[in-house]
């Protein structure tokens, strides 16, 4: 045996020997010292892992709840990017006129209080919440696009069939798959497949709703007040005979529950109910004031005399536009370019905030009315904003599109089994149960959120949280308004030889 390999058997790994079993070398004390990578004497060992947050900063989920108005998100990024902080993750999706703003930022838990003061103070915030230290179900989505030729498309299928994620676009060199999950799901995902190459990502933000004890007392009053309050609609149900308001009839039912109630009055003589999403502005009862939602929201002919259900107008001046923007991943980025609509009067209906395949670009999904000539113009406007890499309105072209709700409705036992069949028809999964509340997960295309949600608010409805749309072009080329748009097939069909 010889001399090196005599000194590598007696040699023990974490034992102290002066050898180094990784480079195969005898050292002393003086000629080797392990590197520190960070300055604080991590050596980096890789059982370690990537590098931790230190000091007192940590990553915080805060609930925002606003009303619906033109630049309030820019309001709410603004006062994040005036302090040097870079929002992670931002989840944006309208529910009649309220959202929730599920934001994720670094920061310390001082820090954290001061924003939540200074974004508390803008008009049309409702309330706000950090709901870091407490149990919520997180999830998100991801589009992802994927390099896959033929003789690696197995594979691909195999990754995607254990991380339970689904095709929506197949190509000649490529797949496009959706995936929904907690973040470390949709991370590890990601990883599974750089090894083909990925091509693009969108994701949403990041959706939070916080878990419900098995019973609560107060939640429980709650529940009762909304049985109240839907007993209350149908009993004034049609009292206002001169012209059919729906508002009007939630109004009266609602001031009807709290008088029956005995709520106490607050200091302006008006009641409160203590909903989630409490009213601050006690001249004007509205849907805020109101725990259930308005059927009317969906456009599915619930609520009304309709016996057929509409498509939209595909030529109407004003439709939804699509628009994919790349940026750099760098603090009030997100603020400048959503100043570029709020300045001009936009109001963006929802906006998804995720990194893109490398975690220093980030890709913003937004819809926003207008048409094809403003939206051109608005595009070059956003070009113009430092860090904005590129600007699309993918309107026109064939593209995919999902987002990811999670809504938390009254279930007591007599109706679980009810709402657990509509969840398998939606393809829809239960992601927390309570005594009498159930927290359901659905993705898909907007139409078939906003189904489920009409279908499911008879039972009650007490949390929504929407991501907004996110959405990447079809590598094939087609979809069915591709197909409605062009005068024969045949045409399409020589464009793919």
Known sequence: MSARAMVRADAVRGSGDDYDLDS????????????????????????????????????????????????????????????????????????????????????????????????NKLAKVRKVENVTDKECVERGLMLIKVKCEPENRSQVLEVNRIFRASVVDVAEHSLTMAVTGDPGKNRAFQSALMKFGVVQVARTGKLALKREPVYSEARSRRVKLMEAMRKAKDAVSGLNTKEKN???????????????????????????????????????????????????????????????????DENAKYTPRTLSILV??????????????????????????????????????????????????????????????????????????????????????TSRAEVIDLCVMFRAKVCDISEDTVTIEVSGRQRKINAIQALLEPYGILEVARSGRVALARDSGVDSKLLQAIADESHYDRLLE
């Open 24 to 119: 195969g070398v005898t050292r002393s004390d003086d000629a080797w010292q392990p590197t520190s990578y960070d300055g604080t004497g991590n050596t980096g060992d890789v059982y370690q892992g990537p590098a931790r947050l230190t000091g007192d900063l940590r990553r915080h989920t805060v609930l925002v709840y606003v009303a619906d108005e033109t630049g309030m998100i820019n309001r709410v990024a603004g006062v994040f990017a005036r302090r040097g902080y870079n929002i992670e993750s931002l989840a944006v999706g309208l529910n009649i006129d309220k959202a929730i703003f599920t934001i994720s930022v670094i920061c310390s838990d001082v820090d954290v209080v001061k924003l939540i003061k200074q974004v």
């Open 246 to 312: 729906a508002k009007y009839e939630s109004v009266l039912a609602s001031r009807i529950v709290r008088a029956v109630a005995g709520m106490e009055h607050d200091d302006d003589g008006d009641l409160n109910i203590g909903d989630v999403y409490s009213t601050l502005e006690n001249d004007n009862i509205g849907v805020w004031d109101v725990p259930v939602l308005s059927s009317s929201f969906s456009g599915m002919g619930l609520g009304t005399d309709k016996v057929d259900i509409d498509k939209p």
């Open 328 to 413: 750099d991943n760098r603090p009030g980025v997100l603020d400048s370019v959503t100043g570029v609509f709020a300045r001009r009067g936009y109001n963006i209906q929802s906006l998804g905030v995720g990194p893109e395949k490398s975690f220093d670009i980030s890709r913003i999904s937004t819809v926003v009315p207008g048409t094809s000539e403003d939206i051109a113009m608005l595009l070059k406007q956003i070009l113009k904003v430092p860090y904005v890499i590129s600007a699309q309105d993918i309107t026109n072209t064939p593209f995919v599109e999902r987002e990811l709700m999670l809504i938390k409705v009254v279930c007591p036992r």
